[in-house]
C-alpha cells in the first residue's frame, strides 16, 4: 500500500485541515525564521539602493553646482 492510497482513503478534512495544521504546528518555527531571514536581507538590500542612489544624487548635484569652470 502506497502512500497515494492511504491519502485517498482519508476523509477531506484531514487531507486539507488536520494534516496542514499538523505541519504548521511542528515546521511554524522553522518558516517564521526562513521568512524573517528572507524579510530581512531584502530590507537590507532596499537600504543599500536607497544610500547608494542618494550618494549618487548628491554626488551629481555636487558635480552640478561646481560647473565646467571650477578647480578640479
Request: hydrophobic share 65%.
Amino acid at each position: 500500500m502506497g502512500v497515494r492510497e492511504i491519502v485517498t482513503d482519508l476523509p477531506w478534512w484531514v487531507k486539507w485541515v488536520a494534516v496542514p495544521l499538523i505541519a504548521l504546528a511542528i515546521f511554524g518555527g522553522v518558516i517564521v525564521s526562513v521568512l524573517s531571514v528572507v524579510i530581512g536581507l531584502l530590507f537590507k538590500v532596499l537600504v543599500f539602493v536607497v544610500v547608494v542612489a542618494a550618494l549618487v544624487f548628491v554626488v551629481r548635484k555636487f558635480k552640478e553646482s561646481a560647473g565646467p569652470g571650477s578647480r578640479r
